[in-house]
């Protein structure tokens, strides 16, 4: 039986999937080589050649023929999730980086490999649905169906939870895993059942670095303790009680604790649909009220019934927390392109206090509790992510942010902090590729074996 298996690693960002199958196949004394690998980006090529070793290292997919791509046995990809993202736009194939899976198709059709491990996101799962019942999107059915009808695999798919496997991170992806099928059909390679192992963020945190001294930073430890900032956002948006805004923290000034509780009144009542038809205007969501409409609900204790309420919202306009401001109205407008909606201010209506929109530019937009796990982490927001360290806060390490992906400790990303999150907000977690590929290699193993058996039978009888 072959003892040696050869894999391409295509928009291999950090090198994971192919670490996560490494892993595996040392433990079952399987050899591996990597013949080729692409990557574009030129910080992920440096951390890619200081982490491993390359025989072919190629740029741009597109512009590689299949003739000159060595023979192998498996596929890695990892495919850009832009197109399926709900951070995205969600144009899927419309999307020309949408298109990088049918460079994977063309590849695999020419090279017919022993199987592939694919990843994306989450999103890919119901992207462009048919019917709002359905399982699956049309985008995810086609690739189904160019692996498993026209290329001939075995293929199971399944979106996994990364913080099920040894990682204090919450990250589900989805994975789409092939064989090659044979003259008589094999099992497919499952994705159920995996022995799940957790950890939390104290697990995985470095102790006794330089924490950060900004206005920033002491204006929340002068607001709040070490431990209450755990687990804590922070965004002038709506965020329930795990969210701090600008005016806890007097970003734009001072705010009185009657100040505070009418902002948090008024950023819930601003929704509801029946100021809208006091006003008399369509319902938006965050409508500015007016005083008489605020004086209803505020106040609304005894501590705050000698206030001015309007000496209260002229401060908090005055120091930037709200605007005074006429209410929106719909416009319909038709053109040849359909219906236009668009909203302008309606000034035959009288004006109110509304928030001031925006998300903050928060310099910390997440303090990370220790003994909790993080979110799905993605590059834009890593450079903003803190956790707490003694007394102070400070931003994630390079080496902590391996460790919430499940990169070993030999591993290093030789480049700047700011890069190196960008390549680990686009990253796979190590220990899921890991156990995948010791489903997927069980399968391949046991394919083979019944291979050399035939083979030997065939032998004896030809003796």
Known sequence: MRNKLKFIDLFAGLGGIRLGF???????????????TSEIKPYAIQTLKHNHQHEHFVGDIFKVKNEDIPPFDFLFGGFPCQPFSASGKRNGFADTRGTLFFEIERIIRFHQPEGFILENVEGLVKHDLENKNDEIGRTLRIILEKLENELEY???WKVLDSVH????????????????KRATPKRKVSL??????????????????????????????????????????????????????SWDIGIKGECS???????????????KKQWASEIGIDWMDGMPLTLEQIQSFFPTNNLFESIDVKVLLDDLVEKGYLRFEYPKKLINENTENGVISSRVYDETKPKGYNIVTGKLSFEINKILSPFEIAPTLVATD???????DGNGLRKLTKREGLRLFGYPESYEIPVKESLAFDLLGNTV???????????????????????????????SVTI
């Open 22 to 36: 490494e892993q595996a196949c040392k433990e079952k004394g399987i050899e591996t080589e990597c013949v080729l």
């Open 154 to 156: 075995q293929v199971t």
């Open 192 to 245: 159920t059942g995996f022995e799940p192992t957790y950890k939390v963020i104290k697990d995985i945190l470095e102790v006794g670095k330089p924490t950060m001294n900004t206005d920033f930073t002491r204006r929340l430890l002068s607001h709040f303790t070490i431990k209450e900032l755990y687990g804590k956002s922070i965004k002038d948006k709506r965020g329930g009680e795990n969210n701090i805004h």
């Open 257 to 271: 604790k009657e100040q505070i509780y009418l902002l948090n009144r008024l950023f819930k009542e601003r929704r």
């Open 429 to 459: 977690v190590v220990p899921v590729i890991k156990a995948i590929s010791d489903r997927i290699l069980d399968v391949w193993q046991s394919d083979n074996y019944e291979i050399v058996e035939a083979e030997s039978e065939l032998l």
């Open 165 to 180: 496997f040894g990682v204090p991170q919450s990250r589900k992806r989805v994975f789409i895993v092939g064989t090659k």
């Open 382 to 388: 890593m450079v903003k992510i803190v956790v707490p």
